[in-house]
């Protein structure tokens, strides 16, 4: 019995340990292209606010609005062109090209959105949509509010 | 030069970004939490609105001016009417923001079916 035991465990003794392991895989996960992807989001993100603060001078002028409702515009402008890039699916097409450069502006948040309502949509109006549309932008509005009590506390006590 | 300082400031957030997101196990979800409670920070002594100022929609853009704006609307009904103001303003600048993204969202899912 114990000669038996011995024999498969030299048949399958070879089997690599997980340090052994890992090193052996490491060749085979693709390593992500770092200074490519930076640059990529570098110039993304440039061309979105390039771009954006060309489009709130042409509201300036067009509209004949004051800056900081124009800005405002801008805004709602970028939210409303993601949320129907994402719901005919050519925005996670982008994303995998342009990176970061279209999630940290607002139109990450109107996809984070949108994309939750469009997948919960089969479970309902109710339990599906209204229940998950928060799913991923809820951490933005929750740590901004957060933030908001923490440091306006601190300010409206030192006076800053 | 605004057009320069546009591109630069929002390239540069997003940059920040991407490096955090290739270097460390952080998700986007993260990220994003994390610069609008950095963007909360910043309002302090009016540095972003400088930034604003100086950039123009470079500045509006990225996902801080949403951390700022809470802070900005909230201390300024605060100034005006005193500590409960914080909450009565909190929401003041950014409501435009969060209710468009909201109807939109309901009306794409509502609309259209997902691809995959």
């Not at chain 1, 109107?110 to 991923?136: D, M, P, Q």
């Not at chain 2, 630069?8 to 994003?32: A, E, R, V, W």
């Not at chain 2, 003041?92 to 997902?114: C, D, E, Q, R, Y």
Request: hydrophobic residues 50%; charged residues 15%.
């Amino acid at each position: 019995m114990y000669i038996k035991i011995k024999i498969i465990n030299n048949i399958n003794g070879d089997y690599m340990n997980n340090k052994e392991y890992k090193e052996f895989i490491k060749k085979y996960i693709p390593k992500p292209k770092i200074i490519e992807n930076a640059i990529v989001s570098f110039i993304g993100g440039g061309i979105m606010g390039l771009s954006s603060e060309l489009l709130l001078e042409a509201y300036q002028t067009w509209l004949h609005l004051p800056r900081k409702e124009s800005g405002v515009l801008v805004i709602l402008t970028l939210i409303v062109i993601a949320s129907i890039l994402t719901a005919l699916g050519v925005f996670d097409i982008l994303v995998t090209k342009f990176k970061s450069a279209l999630i940290i502006p607002i139109t990450g948040f109107s996809h984070s959105i949108t994309s939750a309502a469009i997948e919960y949509r089969k479970e309902g109006l109710v339990l599906g949509i209204g229940a998950n549309i928060f799913k991923l932008a809820g951490t933005v509005i929750l740590y901004g509010t957060v933030a908001v009590y923490l440091f306006g506390l601190v300010r409206l006590l030192i006076g800053g | 030069m605004i057009y320069i300082n546009a591109f630069l400031f929002c390239g540069f957030i997003c940059l920040i970004s991407q490096l955090i997101l290739d270097n460390t196990k952080l998700t986007p979800g993260h990220i994003t939490s994390l610069f609008v409670v950095i963007g909360a920070s910043l309002d302090l002594f009016g540095i972003y609105d400088k930034f604003v100022l100086y950039c123009g929609a470079g500045a509006i853009i990225p996902i801080t001016s949403f951390g700022h704006l809470l802070v900005h609307g909230a201390m300024d009904t605060a100034n005006d009417i005193g500590p409960l103001g914080l909450s009565f303003g909190i929401f003041n600048l950014t409501s435009a923001g969060i209710s468009v993204a909201l109807v939109m969202g309901f009306l794409m899912s509502v609309l259209f079916k997902p691809k995959h």
